[in-house]
């Protein structure tokens, strides 16, 4: 009688754990019902950073643009000291202040868009740049595309001291590799690149730490021709800079550590011939690319030819699409930290 009590209650407790262990079913649903709740969680972290970044946007541009009206009798010294607490310095004499970058000139005065002067480093002249302060503001144009007004098949010499025109907001220019390199030498810095193709699409890519190094050699280097280096890659465009996404391409075309080669100054790596030459324009060409954004200016979008030379982002519309417009600007990493970088707003 005590044996079969025994065995009855050992039966009865294995029934116990098998009936309170989950199915595979069920602990399937518990984990899928885990994820949804992270998923919505990281959804409403999203939507609240979004907002945030919406209102720091919106709270720069009432900051600058809508200052109400004072009552009779106020006063307005007061008004306007309370309204930009970055307040002019006192440059109503012969002083001339050059900022370092539109990044700082965004932060002592907040101008509107622009062309202005800046003098990154001590030993450079003060040169003319166009500051976007929109999208966030501060940023610093290297490249425009608009028209095709301005042909970009230059020379060495061209490119390294800058050619274009400076004068109005959709002019065309390349600011020049030597001021390029002055200006991303300070330090870490935003690369924005903003594509428009000729159905008015929007896109951009986002590269950190994008930078160039010297034309000359430092002590016992080889020379360095403005060699191009960036880190990590963010946005909509696709990784165009790096290749794609194909191993087997970035091999062949990544731009990431490739020297600056011209029409008449080949430092690519396709032994054949020259990159430059065939794509019309100055870059950093590996052998040869996957973005071209110096190349040939067609007035259609696609075209045809021996070589693939138009205005080219290839990851977002393939290497026989030339762009209408294409924007390359940079601003300090840190500047996106406090103000939201505003990156892809309305792209
Ligand atoms: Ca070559």
Not at 115 to 136: A, H, N, Q, W
Not at 264 to 277: I, T
Not at 291 to 318: F, I, M, P, Q
């Amino acid at each position: 009688m005590n044996f079969m009590f025994v065995m009855f209650l050992l039966v009865f407790i294995r029934h116990i754990r098998a009936s309170s262990r989950p199915s595979p079913e069920e602990e399937c649903r518990v984990e899928l019902l885990e994820l949804r709740h992270t998923i919505s969680s990281l959804q409403n972290r999203l939507l609240i950073g979004e907002w945030q970044l919406r209102n720091l946007q919106e709270y720069n541009h009432f900051y600058r643009r809508h200052k109400p009206t004072p009552p009779p009798g106020t006063n307005m010294t007061a008004i306007t000291a309370e309204l930009m607490p970055i307040s002019l310095p006192g440059t109503s004499g012969n002083l001339i202040v050059y900022d370092r970058d539109c990044a700082a000139l965004h932060d002592r005065i907040q101008p509107p868009s622009g062309f202005y002067r800046i003098k990154p480093t001590p030993g450079l002249e003060p040169f003319l740049v166009y500051c976007d302060m929109s999208d966030g503001g501060g940023w610093t144009v290297l490249q425009q595309r608009r028209n095709g007004k301005v042909d970009f098949n230059r020379n060495w010499n061209e490119y390294k001291e800058g050619f274009g025109n400076f004068k109005v907001k959709n002019d065309e220019f390349w600011l020049g590799n030597e001021y390029m390199r002055a200006l991303l030498k300070g330090g870490e810095n935003l690369m924005k690149i903003d594509l428009t193709d000729w159905s008015r699409k929007k896109t951009h890519a986002l590269y950190e730490n994008f930078r160039i190094a010297d034309e000359k050699a430092s002590f016992r280097t080889s020379p360095d021709k403005y060699r191009l280096q960036f880190g990590m890659y963010s946005g909509r465009a696709g990784d165009a800079l790096s290749g794609g996404s194909r191993m087997e391409d970035q091999w062949s075309v990544s731009h990431n550590s490739m020297q600056f080669s011209t029409k008449d100054q080949d430092n690519d790596r396709y032994m054949k011939g020259s990159c430059a030459k065939e794509n019309k324009g100055g870059w950093w060409f590996n052998r040869c690319h996957a973005a071209n954004l110096n190349g040939k200016y067609y007035r259609r979008g696609e075209y045809r030819g021996k070589h693939d030379n138009g205005v080219v982002w290839s990851t977002w519309r393939g290497l026989w699409y030339s762009l209408h417009h294409t924007t390359m600007k940079v601003r300090p990493l840190r500047f996106m930290d406090s103000l939201g970088s505003g990156a892809g707003a309305g792209d």
